[in-house]
């Protein structure tokens, strides 16, 4: 068990640019979830796939935020045309499907700065 | 909706003190609960879960949380805490009982714990 692991830990970039973000989740889980969290805040929920199937957005997900998981192992997120608001953490998350119960396990997040 | 309140944005202890971190939530139909614990510059980390059964749910590092259904609170205990528990903790909870949203932790703002010597 690896753990879920997030690339790249920070980024900065210029307002309006195309930032992607990827996460590998522990091999066995198939949920994946991301969540966004900004400074004195819990992280709040944005979407998640069960394997390649997106099953739920957040309206936090505006039109500039995509998130992918093609094959149902690793899964990036897009944000088109950064905005200062985004700035924030964003988390990834995996567990294993056995009826809910189980926890998400967490990786170290993507820390975007928008100058 | 579900909801979770954390009261206490810092609880401050001394090293060998319980400690208590509060939280209530407020769900439509049954509960999941869970505590995480974050640290600098890391993701969370899971501390424990309340699924179902004994009230009194035994974790991870030795941090222990009682569900009260009807205060609708699931507070994090320590009997004994350490420097090294200095973190930030948050609760988070699931609505079983909604199926459109079955997946989605709700989390507390988070609680700073600070521990001194």
């Known amino acids: 068990d690896t753990g879920v692991s997030q690339d790249p830990r920070h980024k900065i970039t210029k307002r309006g640019q195309n930032v992607t973000f990827r996460c590998d989740p522990i091999?066995?889980?198939?949920?994946l979830y991301w969540y966004r969290q900004t400074l004195g805040q819990g992280p709040e929920f944005l979407t998640y796939?069960?394997?390649?199937?997106?099953?739920?957005k957040s309206r936090l997900l505006s039109d500039r935020f995509s998130a992918e998981r093609p094959k149902g192992s690793f899964s990036t997120l897009e944000i088109q045309r950064t905005e200062q608001g985004d700035s924030a953490m964003y988390l990834c998350?995996?567990?294993?499907?056995?009826?809910?119960?189980?926890?998400?396990?967490f990786g170290d997040g993507t820390r975007l700065s928008i100058l | 909706a579900q909801s979770v309140a954390q009261p206490e944005d810092q609880v401050n202890v001394a090293e060998g003190n319980p400690l208590t971190v509060k939280c209530t939530y407020s769900?439509?139909?049954?509960?999941?609960l869970f505590w995480y614990v974050q640290y600098p510059n890391r993701g969370l980390q899971f501390l424990l879960k309340?699924?179902?059964?004994?009230?009194l749910v035994k974790g991870s590092y030795g941090f222990e949380a009682e569900f009260n259904k009807s205060q609708t609170s699931f507070h994090l205990k320590k009997p004994s805490a350490l420097v090294s528990d200095s973190a930030l903790y948050f609760c988070?909870?699931?609505?079983?009982?909604?199926?459109?949203?079955?997946?989605?932790?709700?989390f507390g703002t988070g609680t700073r714990l600070q521990v001194t010597l």
């Open positions: 998350a995996s567990s294993l499907w056995t009826g809910d119960n189980q926890p998400q396990h």
């Open positions: 769900v439509s139909g049954n509960p999941y």
């Open positions: 091999s066995e889980h198939n949920r």
């Open positions: 309340y699924i179902t059964g004994d009230n």
């Open positions: 988070a909870v699931r609505d079983i009982s909604n199926t459109g949203t079955a997946s989605k932790l709700t």
């Open positions: 796939f069960q394997n390649e199937a997106q099953l739920e």
